[in-house]
Each structure stands twice: as C-alpha cells, then as structure tokens.
C-alpha cells in the first residue's frame, strides 16, 4: 500500500495567482510558509522556516484567489506532485508542489474585509465541492472560530507536564 497525503498549516508568502487553461478550468497558484520552533544543543531556541509551493484547481482556486491574500492563514490538505519541463535552453527543470484537496480558510485578520470586499471566508472545501453562503459565517459575526484541531486515530492524549521544554 502507497500513500501521498499532506497537512500543511502556515501563511501564505504571496497572493494567489490564478489563470485559465485552455479548457478553461482556473488553477491558482501560491506560497505557504511553515514554521519550526526547537531548542539546539546549546539549549537555545531555534526557529526555521520551510516554504512549499501549492496549486488549486477549478473552485477552489477560485475562492483562494477571492478571499486570501499575502499573510493569510490556510490549512490545505494533498498531495506532492513533482512535474518537469525543459526549457528553451535543453535544460530540464523540477518543480515539486503541493496539489490542493481540501482547505481549510483560517480567521480573517482584516475586520471582515476581503478582496472580494465581503466576509464568508471561512469553510472546508474538498475539490470536487462548490463554495455555497451556507457554509460561511454571517458577515455580523465578529467571534472567530477556533483553529481546526486535527486528530490521528490511536493517538492518546499527551499531557502537558510530559512535554519536555
């Protein structure tokens, strides 16, 4: 058995860019940054920075590229993909990427405000799945929901008095 999944929770390094293809179905691109927090040897606290390269297609490329923008925070749900192109030079190039399944839009930091100048930002959205105004929060609300806690079956609770720093 094979399995290429991946949980990436960061911000976005840049705003989405979104365009067509021939057949017209949109596909957007962006960057998430992931932070790393450790203490060294030295006892020292460390923080590193990884940065991933994502691709949504069809609706949800859409709704990424209405509602997000540089600093957002968004957690996606995929797969890697890696593709190569040659270009006009004969050198081949690689590009590993983060195909988009399933998101998860974070609070909004902007008072409700979006580039689509409307709220409703919140919502999981698979890729076979349309963005529909029932699943957002009304533009009134002003409580942010929690940030979404994911959950390993089998894992048992850890207590915080076991953790080591």
């Given at each position: 058995m094979n399995l290429n999944k991946v949980?990436?929770?960061?911000?976005?390094?840049r705003d989405p860019e979104i365009r067509q293809i021939p057949s017209g179905q949109a596909v957007c691109s962006f960057g998430i940054a992931t932070n790393r927090f450790y203490?060294?040897?030295?006892?020292?606290?460390?923080k590193q920075a990884e940065f991933h390269n994502i691709v949504a297609w069809g609706k949800q490329a859409e709704i990424i590229h209405q509602y997000?923008?540089?600093?957002?925070?968004?957690?996606?749900e995929g797969r890697l993909q890696t593709r190569s192109w040659?270009?006009?030079?004969?050198?081949?190039h690689w590009k590993t990427e983060i195909v988009a399944e399933r998101i998860q839009l974070g609070p909004r930091q902007d008072g409700g405000t979006s580039r689509a100048g409307g709220g409703g930002?919140?919502?999981v959205l698979n890729e076979e799945e349309s963005f529909s105004p029932q699943r957002s929060r009304s533009p009134q609300s002003r409580e942010e929901p929690p940030m979404p806690i994911i959950e390993l079956p089998g894992e048992e609770e850890i207590d915080v008095k076991d953790i080591p720093f």
């Open positions: 949980f990436i929770l960061g911000n976005l390094t203490t060294d040897s030295a006892g020292q606290k460390q997000l923008h540089k600093g957002s925070l968004l957690l996606v040659q270009d006009p030079q004969g050198v081949k930002d919140e919502g």
